[in-house]
T-cell receptor, first 112, second 114 residues
Framework: QQQVKQSPQSLIVQKGGISIINCAYENTAFDYFPWYQQFPGKGPALLIAIRPDVSEKKEGRFTISFNKSAKQFSLHIMDSQPGDSATYFCAASSQAGTALIFGKGTTLSVSS | NAGVTQTPKFQVLKTGQSMTLQCAQDMNHNSMYWYRQDPGMGLRLIYYSASEGTTDKGEVPNGYNVSRLNKREFSLRLESAAPSQTSVYFC?????????????FGPGTRLTVT
């Protein structure tokens, strides 16, 4: 049973556009929701994360929107750049020091 | 400060062979993890160690064993490799205090079993 569902599987956005990736979760015990960015041949790297006590978190061009009642959260990349082309994973966890449950990933391609 | 390091970077095994994937971190983190990544599947947890001396199974532990050698090192062993274990393996670590949820990943080991 997949606990974190991510969509879309792939996304093509023009340079300067907004990229939006969505995730939905089932386990209401989750209390930490990170987004990871992965470039080809590299390990995932933490991009931005949110706790359920806030509805939005912004870091530069990256924003997480969180809807606790709908059990959904999303990543918005403003002014998308070719250097943002990567695979993005949402994840969730219910306890520090235990597993992150990952979505299946979204491959983003930003065309110039 | 190298972060999380993994060896080897690439490995080809024949079915039935054994090998150990090595992982080390220099960030004084208590928790360490092994994930596998397969196309279209995201990352799935194999085993984790919340602290030195403890290990727990994750989502896909069958066919693997782990050893938390000390606080720095966490190894993953394939006793009898199978083609289904062809994957990219990532080690990660996280602190206990400060930002205990944040996991830091190594560069991965790309394993092919023929």
């Amino acid at each position: 049973q997949q606990q974190v569902k991510q969509s879309p599987q792939s996304l093509i956005v023009q340079k300067g556009g907004i990229s939006i990736i969505n995730c939905a979760y089932e386990n209401t015990a989750f209390d930490y929701f990170p987004w990871y960015q992965q470039f080809p041949g590299k390990g995932p790297a933490l991009l931005i994360a949110i706790r359920p006590d806030v509805s939005e978190k912004k870091e530069g061009r990256f924003t997480i929107s969180f809807n606790k009642s709908a059990k959904q959260f999303s990543l918005h990349i403003m002014d998308s750049q070719p250097g943002d082309s990567a695979t993005y994973f949402c994840a969730a966890s219910s306890q520090a020091g235990t597993a992150l449950i990952f979505g299946k990933g979204t491959t983003l391609s930003v065309s110039s | 400060n190298a972060g999380v390091t993994q060896t080897p970077k690439f490995q080809v095994l024949k079915t039935g062979q054994s090998m150990t994937l090595q992982c080390a971190q220099d960030m004084n983190h208590n928790s360490m993890y092994w994930y596998r990544q397969d196309p279209g599947m995201g990352l799935r947890l194999i085993y984790y160690s919340a602290s030195e001396g403890t290990t727990d199974k994750g989502e896909v532990p069958n066919g693997y064993n782990v050893s938390r050698l000390n606080k720095r090192e966490f190894s993953l062993r394939l006793e009898s490799a199978a083609p289904s274990q062809t994957s990219v393996y990532f080690c990660a670590s996280s602190p206990t205090s400060g930002s205990p949820y944040e996991q830091y990943f190594g560069p991965g080991t790309r394993l092919t079993v023929t």
